[in-house]
Structure formats: C-alpha cells, structure tokens
C-alpha cells in the first residue's frame, strides 16, 4: 500500500476516532488549523482548473472533508460542554477576531450562515441539479457529433474514443455533483444547529456544575460558542464557494484567475469610460474627487497598458502563424504527409453541400455512420472512416466515390428532386427526366415533389436523394470490401477474437498460418459475398487444415463449406426449392482436366477457345434466369467450383458460383438449365 493510499486511510480512521474518543484541547487546535488549510486548498485548486473532470474526485471529497468538520464540529462541542474549553483556536476567534462581543460575534456569525447557505449553497445546488440534467439530455447530440467528425475524417478512433469517455465521465461528474451540493448544504444547517445547542447546554452546565451565574455562564459559553461557530463556517463557506466555482466552469483555455483578466479586460476602451463616469461621480457628488480621482486614473492607466499589450499579442501571434506555416511547408513531413491515401473517399461538388451539412438539415454524416454499423453487421470488418470533402473540380450535382485512391464510382443527384424506379411497365404520364439508379443500373427518372404521390400511385419507388447516394455507397463498399481488408485490418480481428477464444488463435498463427495467409482467405470470402463475422467457425476450419496444406486458395474451400449454413441461408429463400444452373459432367471433367498443379499454387490452363464457349454458355443460362425473382446461381462440384469462380470472374463477376457441399442438405435444389460444350 502506497503512503497516499495509507494517509487517506488514517485521515478516515482519525474522523471516526473524533466522533468517540475525547481530544485534549491543543490536538483539536492542530485539527482546526487543519481544516482551514485543507478547505483553502480546494477552493484555490477550484480556481486553477480549466474544467471540471481535472477536479473529478471533488464529489467524494466535498463528503469526506463535510464529515470531517462535523467530526471536529463534534469534538470541539464536547470539549467546550465538558472542560469548558475548546483549545487556543476556539478562544481566539471568540476574543480577539470579535473582541469579545457576544453580539458582534453571533451577528458575523448569522451573516456567514446566511451568505453560505441561502447564496452560495443553494445556487450551487441549483446549478448542479441543471448541469446534470442538460448534460444527460446532450449525451445523445454529443455523441453522434463525434461519430460525424471521425466519418469525416476529421478525428482518429484514438480521438474518438477519448472523447466519448470524457463525455461519460462528464454526465458521471455532474450527476455526483448534484448529490454532493445536498452535503454541503446539510452543512449549514448542522452548524446553526450545533452552535444553539452549544450555547444553550453551556449556558446550563455553566451554572448547574461550574456554580457559575447566569451571566458569568452565558458570557464564558457564548464566547466559545461563537469562536466555534466562527472556526467551523469559515472553511464551510470555503468549500461552499469552491463547489460554486466547480460546477459554473464553462469550457474554457485557462484557470479561473486568466479567464477573469483576460475576458473581464478583453475591452480597454470600457475601462476609460469607466474611469471617466468615476472622476464625474466625485466631481458631481459630495463624495470628493479625493478618493475619486485616484481610481480613475489607475482605471485609465491600466486601460492603456492593457491596450498596449494586446497589440504586441496581436504581432506576435500573427509572426508565429507565419513561421508555423513557413516551418510546415518546409519540413519534410509536409510532403509525406501528401502521400497518404485515404482508404474511403467521398467527394461531391458545390451544388451537393446540403447534403453533408448539417445546419442545412443534411444527414449524410450521421447515414455514413449506419453505414459502417450496417457492414459491421453484414460483413464482419470494421469500415475504415470514410473521408468527405467537397471539390470545385466536380459538377456541382456530381459525386464519386473512391477507394484507396481510385475512383470506383460515380453519379449525379437533383436535390430538390425525387427518384422514382419504374415497376416494370413505364408510363408516360409520369414526366421526369430519364436516368439510371446508379447501384443496380436499373431505368430510373428524376421526378419533382409534387409527382411523388402519383408516381407511388402507379408503382414506382420512389426515393430521396440522401437514400439514393447512401445506397450506392454501401452497394460499392460492399464489392470493395476484400480491397478493405489488409493486414493491419485483420490483426486487428484477430486480436478482438483472441481475448475471447485465445487458444484457438495460437494454434492457427503466427505458425502454420501468417497473419497474411489469413487475409487472403478472408479477403477471398469478401470477394465473393461471404460475410467474415463468424470468425470463430472460420478458424476452427484453418486451425483443421492449415497444417495439411498453406495454398489459401483451398483453405478457401474448406472455409466455405464449414459456414454452409451461412451460404444457404444468404442464397435460399424460404421453403421453395432452390433454383440453380449446373455444369454438365463434360465440362466439369474439362476443368478438371485442365488443372496445372505448381509450387505457387493451382490454376486453370484451358485453351481460350474453350473458356470463351463456357462463358458464353453461362451467360445464355444465366439470360433464361430473368422470368425467377431469385439471384441467379452457377452450382458446380466442390473440385471445379473455385477454377470455375476464377474462369467467370472477368466476364460474369455478379454471379455466384457454389459448390454442392456448400449447400445443407435439406435444399431441395431444382436445375432450370446446363452449361454444355461441344466435345
């Protein structure tokens, strides 16, 4: 245990020892002086903070340092009831801080009771009740303003989360505060309680067992009564005016002292005005220009001064901007720092401002967040932050979006218009102007507001521009997502499933697998729509593998027949039977045939004649697909299914192509077609 750790223990320990065991008189003295120092302390750190969490643990000694002057409070009235005597602390505010006036002493008295309690008190206490309630009501506003400013790339994660915890630590801090302001003003009135009893009781025992008269009592009592009093309230009101200060510290750069003289001087002109109306006030008064002319001038003087050195300020700050940006072009990191590549770019032109600003009513900020939720969610990799920045090259409608610095898509939005994609049927009543939906390229036309209901009438669907650009992003981040996913990425997920399952990371890599071996195969399962989130089956599957092969292009297969339940439940809907086209055995065998087996790896070497033909035979199957509301599948065995992929990937790169042991066997698969080639 630490000697802080152990004095706070003791400090405890002693203000349960004052509430049971009697103190000799010169200890209760040490202990006063003591408490004065500690209540000067916190209001002078008060001072000194720039917010409130620097002082975070005030709540929970605002309660210990109450208790102990309730302790002491506690002491000194037994000592004083019992001895007639509280120490030379006591008897000096008593006599010579009051000069022995009973009545000036109980007066002062009265006055710091009702400056800390009905004033100081009860204002704090209404202003944490409020600062508490406006922080918990903010938390929601504050926390998607973070979320909005890491979208757009203007803070890290590391930022990010920072601030969120500050955020929680505010809402904790305040919310004790709001508790803590009821201790102190339980103090006051503790106090005024404790001073009545100690004069009345000692008035008593003063005559009943001192043999002391009335007067001669009351004169003794009341002395010490009001000392104690005195001694007690003073550091009361200390700790009083500091909670005061805690909790009305707005956001600020400095101390309470700097932000005094600096905002309350922020304007020398006011202080010749000032200085002015003052010297006119003795002129023009019976008061003098004695004592008026004296503080006039000191007004005018330190308005001049103060005047002066705001302008030297103002130099030198323009003069350090200046080298800041000379320093800055000429450092070296500033053209390093030209060569980073945002992973996630959107970039729209002048006309699309709206859209991203909030103050305008756009949401694109808070939808980028769903986003990245949503593909958290579908896909299992955490979306890098998604930069958004406006660009005077583009069309001012114009957008694109790019990954890693290229460009992978782009389009055109009509804010003040809606998008209405034909049901099938177009019709002509419905006027707007002919484009294409850009992220499924279907016919689509721009429509003004007032069509929107007839357009709904007639079957359209009908969607906003902010739905419209959303749409496309997450459609293209989701065909990009293997490109997403780098080493670094996936150490990353890695690591998250390492602290729950952290055996079976060890068994996979660093041995017999890289942390490179593992992205390719995750890459490869993005690559082809398969979600990663279920990670802990796809490492049960390498961890079964990976010692019998390292070619990730297997791994791959394995992979995906593990999470067959997964790949059935994406492809098959329902209960009816599961639409596919096949491979005729020929082709298959051809495929197979045609496998070269290198140390790198396998791969397919077919004559080119060939391949064309199996393409376009797919592509004359996949045609026929059209008349099914299904997505169009290429089913194949586990053998070919891989080379296959690869074979179509160029020409047909939407279409899925499964295996049969990627398939429950529950399916009941129906074959609508055979790809077939000539011998």
């Known amino acids: 245990m630490s000697v802080r750790d152990l004095s706070v223990i003791l400090g405890v320990i002693l203000i349960i020892a004052m509430l049971i065991i009697p103190f000799p008189a010169w200890l209760l003295s040490i202990l006063i002086i003591i408490n004065i120092s500690l209540a000067l302390i916190v209001l002078l750190t008060t001072m000194n903070i720039q917010e409130p969490l620097q002082f975070s643990i005030f709540p929970s000694l605002l309660l210990l340092l109450t208790l102990y002057r309730l302790a002491l409070s506690v002491s000194t009235t037994r000592s004083i009831l019992s001895e007639g005597d509280a120490g030379t602390v006591v008897d000096t505010f008593g006599s010579f801080v009051i000069g022995g006036n009973i009545v000036v002493g109980l007066v002062v008295f009265l006055i710091l009771v009702v400056i800390q309690f009905i004033v100081i008190t009860k204002g704090a206490e209404r202003v944490s009740e409020v600062a508490a309630r406006f922080t918990l009501d903010a938390m929601p506003g504050k926390q998607m303003s973070i979320d909005a400013d890491l979208n757009a790339g203007l803070i890290s994660e590391h930022t990010a989360k920072t601030r969120r915890e500050k955020i929680a630590k505010e809402a904790d801090f305040y919310g004790a505060m709001d508790g803590a302001s009821k201790f102190v003003k339980g103090d006051a009135i503790a106090g005024i309680i404790i001073v009545f009893i100690n004069l009345i009781f000692g008035v008593v025992i003063g005559m009943a067992q001192l043999g002391l008269s009335f007067g001669e009592s009351a004169q003794k009592f009341a002395l010490l009564t009001v000392g104690d009093g005195l001694v007690s309230q003073i550091p009361a009101l200390l700790i009083a005016t500091a909670t005061g200060i805690v909790v009305t510290r707005a956001a600020s750069d400095g101390n309470l002292g700097t932000d005094i003289t600096k905002q309350l001087f922020a304007f020398p002109q006011m202080l010749y005005v000032t200085g002015a109306t003052i010297l006119l006030l003795g002129i023009f008064t019976p008061i003098g220009i004695v004592i008026t002319l004296p503080i006039a001038l000191l007004l005018v003087v330190g308005g001049y001064m103060i005047q002066q050195s ?144 007839e357009a709904e009438m007639y079957g359209y669907t009908v969607v906003d521009p902010p739905s419209v650009v959303s749409t496309h992003i997450t459609e293209k981040i989701k065909h990009h997502a293997h490109e997403l996913l780098g080493r670094q990425e996936t150490k990353q997920l890695v690591d998250h499933l390492k602290e729950s399952t952290p055996i079976l990371i060890e068994e996979v890599t660093p041995s017999p697998l890289s942390i490179g071996d593992v992205q390719k195969v995750l890459a490869k399962l993005l690559k082809e729509n398969v979600s990663i989130r279920n990670l802990p089956v796809i490492f049960e599957t390498l961890a079964d593998y990976a010692k019998m092969s390292a070619d990730t292009e297997l791994l791959t297969e394995y992979v995906r027949q593990a999470l067959s339940k997964q790949i059935t439940n994406q492809y098959v809907v329902g209960n009816e039977s599961f639409k596919v086209v096949t491979l005729a055995g020929r082709v298959e065998k051809l495929i197979a045939d045609h496998i070269q087996q290198t140390e790198h790896g396998n791969f397919l070497s077919l004559d080119p004649n060939k391949s064309v033909e199996i393409v ?40 899925p192509v499964l295996s049969y042991n990627e398939l429950e066997a529950s399916v009941e698969v129906q074959s609508i077609g055979v790809v077939n080639v000539e011998g």
């Open 310 to 453: 705001l302008k030297k300020e103002e130099i030198v700050e323009v003069e350090t901007e200046e080298e800041v940006v000379t320093d800055e072009l000429r450092s070296p990191e500033s053209v390093i720092n030209l060569l980073s590549v945002d992973p996630i770019e959107f970039e729209f032109g002048y006309g699309l401002i709206p859209l991203a600003d909030s103050k305008q009513g756009g949401d694109l900020l808070d939808r980028i967040v769903m986003i990245r939720r949503q593909l958290a969610l579908e896909l299992g990799i955490i979306i890098p932050v998604v930069r958004i920045r406006d660009n005077i090259q583009l069309q001012p409608n114009e957008y694109r979006l790019k990954i890693k610095g290229n460009e992978v898509a782009k389009g055109e939005l009509l804010l003040d218009h809606y998008l209405a994609m034909s049901p099938g049927i177009e019709d002509d009543s419905i006027d707007g102007i002919d484009t294409i939906e850009p992220s499924f390229g279907l016919a689509a036309k721009w429509i003004s507001e007032e069509k929107k209901d």
């Open 616 to 655: 376009q035979k797919v592509g004359e199957q996949i045609e026929q697909f059209s008349i099914y509301e299904q997505t169009p599948v290429l089913l194949c065995s586990p053998a070919v299914r891989m080379y296959m992929k690869q074979l179509l990937e160029r020409y047909l790169p939407q279409i």
